[in-house]
């Protein structure tokens, strides 16, 4: 592989936004630039930007990758100033070598054929192919490559494939497309011997017609490989399968094990380190006013869990989900968290009941308005062909096989987004009495058995059937923004969700962030000021749908329309867009929310209080 770089903020056409280095051009991902198409480098050729504090994402992700050390740091910015000696920027290799020229189109036999010269980039005289006229001929990269599930990514010997394993002629090569549809089934790679194959024998596994992998990692260097025993596949590098960046994120909320860490910390270094059990802790409270003053309001038990956390070198708060740790926070609202100042992270207030209470709304315990909340997402990992999504929990799964950042990891790529949003938290018992009902334990079975049939088709996931009390809200929250982006000033695609369905209780956080101030218009905390409306609305929209009633009659587990995450769901009622969804618009049923036209029996919702 050549070594010629090209930095992606040296000219303002090669830019890209910080919040797209996280999301979608991370490293490994492939992308066009106006000259050249290029694959963004390793860490270890990135320019750092400035750090991002979130201690309790930092203590989840060294557990995750098992590091001693890590940091989070934003993408670089560009450099506004052209002669500053400080260059900063992302590295990127030039990828993939192979090029093909334009050509010409001909008419064969009453067929049309293009046929277009496969180069190699050793080939190319100053980016261009000198032909027999000795004209310069302006070349475009191939856009086919081979890949691996591991990440693993190279160009596809051409000469090997075309003469099925027997490399040894070297003549020219061509790709002939023999038709005008672009499928690969009329994409032919042809020698001058007169030796051809078909593009489409390229996807069919069982030919193994590109070989097995190589281990080669080009965006971690020119001569980086690892071990590796996966059968290459084709992939097309511009198709949305070539990256799926892997994410972790948090919402920044002030929880009570913050507030003790910060408690035990003032009296750490002259007291409370030498304290061995939950004894020596309340002599050292009798006995030294300043431990008492310190731990003032705190239990016994909480100020030793924290202690014994500090001498374990456990950041606080790691021993609990991502979504449990927030949804504590938010359940324990009474009248208002956080400090209301112009630059601080987290503020939130309770909603009054009178000004929400409906029949419809008798199963909801508390309304909190957040009017202001930040959220920091960082990259892990990445994958191709398949993505790889946090659990419900929020968390990601340990087993999961992603491709690495860097060869020496030390710090990981993220940002930072400040918005607003609105906390529904569900009574436990309302949703406990609806597991009960013979109808929902039915459609249970039904929907487990779409998802046993989706596994047989990913026999290597690690994923789990999410539940029950999952599919509900995530169901209604899908509805919900539908019904909120009418009235809110944003666009349904800017609202996202988070969706809490554990031991610990049941709720739905609906939130817009951006890394500037257009999150934070204070259109969706006024839509939560009527709450109530809209979730009448967001029920009503979930009894009809366009596409009813096939939508409402689609079962989980037909093998013939290959749906088998969805119960009663399409583009027509529940589908949003994907960056809005925590599940990539998988694990929905609006049967489970109120009664369609199938009338099944399973409604959360009566029609008593819809």
């Not at 963004?40 to 992700?61: C, H, N, S």
Request: aromatic share 8%; with cysteine; glycine share 8%.
């Amino acid at each position: 592989m050549s070594s010629s770089r090209s930095k992606k903020n040296k000219k303002p056409h090669g830019q890209v936004r910080q919040s797209q280095v996280v999301t979608t051009f991370g490293p490994g991902s492939l992308f066009d630039l106006p000259n050249h198409s290029v694959i963004v480098g390793g860490l270890e050729y990135w320019t750092k930007g400035d750090e991002i504090q979130e201690p309790r994402l930092v203590a989840k992700l060294k557990d995750l990758l098992q590091v001693d050390n890590l940091a989070l740091y934003a993408p670089p910015p560009d450099s506004d100033d052209p002669v500053s000696p400080q260059k900063t920027g992302i590295t990127s290799w030039q990828f993939p070598e192979w090029f093909i020229t334009q050509g010409a189109l001909a008419t064969e036999s009453g067929r049309s054929t293009r046929s277009r010269r496969l180069i190699p980039r050793s080939s190319l005289t100053k980016g261009k192919f000198i032909d027999h006229n000795k004209k310069p001929q302006p070349v475009v990269p191939v856009r086919f490559v081979r890949a691996c599930r591991k990440g693993h990514i190279g160009d596809i010997n051409w000469f090997d494939f075309v003469h099925r394993g027997d490399n040894s002629c070297r003549r020219d090569l061509w790709i002939d497309e023999r038709g005008t549809s672009g499928d690969l089934s009329e994409v032919w790679v042809r020698c001058e011997c007169k030796a051809e194959r078909q593009m489409i024998e390229s996807t069919k596994s069982e030919l193994r017609a590109l070989g097995r992998c190589d281990g080669w990692m080009p965006w971690l260097g020119p001569r980086i490989r690892e071990l590796c025993d996966e059968q290459n596949r084709m992939l097309v590098r511009t198709a949305s399968n070539a990256y799926f960046p892997q994410t972790m994120s948090v919402i920044s909320l002030p929880d009570r094990d913050e507030a003790v860490a910060i408690a035990v910390a003032q009296v750490w270094e002259h007291y409370l380190q030498y304290v061995e059990d939950l004894d020596d802790l309340v002599k050292e409270r009798k006995r030294k006013p300043p431990v008492a003053e310190a731990l003032e309001g705190l239990s016994d038990v909480e100020a030793f869990a924290e202690i014994q956390r500090r001498k374990q070198n456990r950041t606080a708060g790691t021993d609990k989900s991502v979504k449990q740790a927030e949804f504590e926070t938010l359940m324990a609202c009474k009248e208002e968290i956080g400090t209301d100042k112009p630059d601080g992270d987290f503020y939130a207030r309770s909603f009054a009941r009178q000004h929400w209470d409906h029949p419809w709304m008798k199963s909801i315990e508390c309304i909190v308005l957040v009017h202001r909340l930040r959220e920091v997402i960082a990259t892990v990992g990445f994958t191709r062909f398949e993505s790889s999504s946090p659990d419900v929990e929020g968390e990601l799964e340990i087993g999961v096989t992603r491709a690495p950042l860097a060869r020496d990891l030390s710090w990981l790529p993220a940002i930072e987004n400040r918005g607003e949003g609105v906390f529904i938290q569900f009574k436990k018992d309302s949703i406990d009495r609806w597991l009960q009902k013979p109808a929902v334990k039915q459609r249970g079975q039904q929907l487990d058995a779409g998802f046993e049939c989706w596994k047989k088709d990913h026999k290597n996931s690690k994923r789990q059937f999410c539940g029950m009390p999952y599919l509900l809200l995530h169901s209604l929250s899908h509805l919900l923004v539908t019904a909120v982006s009418l009235e809110c000033g944003y666009p349904a695609s800017s609202i996202r969700e988070r969706i809490y369905a554990g031991s610990y209780g049941y709720g739905i956080l609906l939130y817009t962030g951006s890394p500037d101030a257009e999150g934070t218009m204070g259109g969706l905390v006024q839509a939560g000021r009527q709450i109530a409306r809209h979730l009448k609305s967001a029920i009503d929209l979930g009894r009809l749908c366009s596409n009813d009633p096939v939508c409402a009659q689609h079962a989980p587990e037909n093998q013939h329309e290959c749906r088998f995450l969805h119960g009663a769901a399409c583009h027509g009622c529940l589908l949003i867009a994907e960056t809005s969804c925590e599940q990539h618009n998988d694990f929905l049923d609006r049967a489970l929310v109120i009664s369609t036209v199938d009338s099944i029996g399973a409604e959360f919702f009566g029609e008593n209080e819809a």
